[in-house]
């Protein structure tokens, strides 16, 4: 049996809106029964306008410094617990600042320690889309209404998995966060889906299916099930992540995440190993995945 997470591992060492030491999310992984986790925190941003709301008192030379200091210490406790977990260090992109972006999320992972990458979008045009439901509204207003929103979004995701091939979409349909339920996209938008989509399969990114809406009450998993089943139709592959802040979200929801994986109709489930000197994808069939 195989149990992992590839987007998560956010600790309240270095990310303001997340609790506990990094070393104390692994301990719970390892309490959980992952046999595999990665660790995804955020990369920094570059510009005081991008900092959020709890950064007041941070410029963005001290997000630089935390995150260096994050992945200093994700490889000291990855071999703390190399004999009772596979660890895996990575980070979460930025499509920030907008006109500069590529060169530095390339920089990140060329002169860190990260064996993975998660592809994740969290602003339209520099405006953060997923930090509060009136920011969100706010924005879509400004740019003509949701479904224009939604599709610069894709558009915006769509062009950094096809530039920096992660080797995991981030929970791709983000934008839909504050949707009431029974939402579904409109054709317009599911179109710059599909590009992610191919993208995605092109560079054999895996799709973040991710609990983090539905732990908080947001909705269902991401994405989405007409995306997952386009996913599915695609040949796509598909991983868990659970997008922890902290000891108490470790692993919660997963469960979801696996429901929704099956019922889109795909017999595996995607997770990474240290093979020849990298990490490549290796499929699990879906009775195999449980803690």
Same mark, same amino acid.
């Given at each position: ?11 309240? %060492?270095?990310c ?5 030491t990094? %070393? ?6 390892? %309490?959980?029964?992952? *046999? ?40 000291? =406790?990855?071999? +703390?617990?190399?004999?009772r977990?596979?660890?895996? =260090? ?10 500069? !972006? ?8 060329? /002169? ?9 979008v969290?602003?339209?045009?520099? !405006? ?9 509204? #706010?924005?879509?207003?400004a ?6 929103? /939604? =599709? ?5 995701l769509?062009?950094? =998995?096809? *530039? ?19 939402f ?17 399969r092109a560079?054999d ?8 809406? !539905?732990?908080?009450? +947001? ?19 598909? *991983? ?6 902290g ?7 997963l ?11 795909? /017999? *595996? ?10 990490v490549?994808?290796?499929? #699990?069939? +879906? ?5």
């Amino acid at each position: 049996m195989v149990w992992f997470s590839y987007h998560g591992g956010h600790s309240g %060492e270095f990310c303001r809106h997340a609790k506990d030491t990094l %070393e104390a999310v692994v301990g719970r992984a390892v %309490e959980a029964g992952f *046999t595999h986790y990665g660790l995804s925190e955020h990369a920094p941003r570059f510009r005081a306008q991008d900092m959020l709301s709890d950064e007041t008192d941070l410029s963005p030379a001290d997000l630089v410094d935390i995150f260096q200091r994050y992945a200093a210490e994700a490889v000291r =406790v990855r071999a +703390l617990f190399a004999d009772r977990i596979d660890v895996f =260090v990575g980070f979460e992109t930025e499509r920030l600042p907008p006109d500069d !972006w590529a060169r530095r999320m390339r920089k990140i992972r060329n /002169q860190g320690p990260f064996e993975y990458v998660i592809g994740s979008v969290h602003d339209v045009d520099g !405006w953060v889309v997923d930090y509060s439901a009136e920011q969100t509204l #706010a924005l879509a207003d400004a740019m003509g209404g949701a479904e224009a929103m /939604q =599709v610069r979004y894709f558009a915006a995701l769509a062009d950094l =998995v096809e *530039t920096l091939k992660p080797e995991v979409v981030g929970h791709i349909d983000l934008i839909r966060k504050f949707e009431p339920a029974g939402f579904s996209f409109g054709a317009r938008a599911f179109r710059e889906i599909e590009r992610v989509l191919e993208a995605a399969r092109a560079s054999d990114s895996a799709l973040d299916v991710n609990c983090g809406a !539905w732990r908080r009450g +947001l909705g269902p998993v991401y994405p989405l099930p007409a995306i997952l089943d386009r996913a599915r139709a695609m040949g796509l592959r598909v *991983t868990l992540g659970d997008d922890s802040h902290g000891t108490k979200s470790v692993g919660i929801g997963l469960e979801a995440c696996l429901r929704a994986i099956a019922e889109a109709g795909f /017999q *595996t489930v995607s997770y990474l190993e240290r093979r020849d000197g990298g990490v490549q994808w290796r499929d #699990a069939p +879906l009775a195999s995945v449980a803690p």
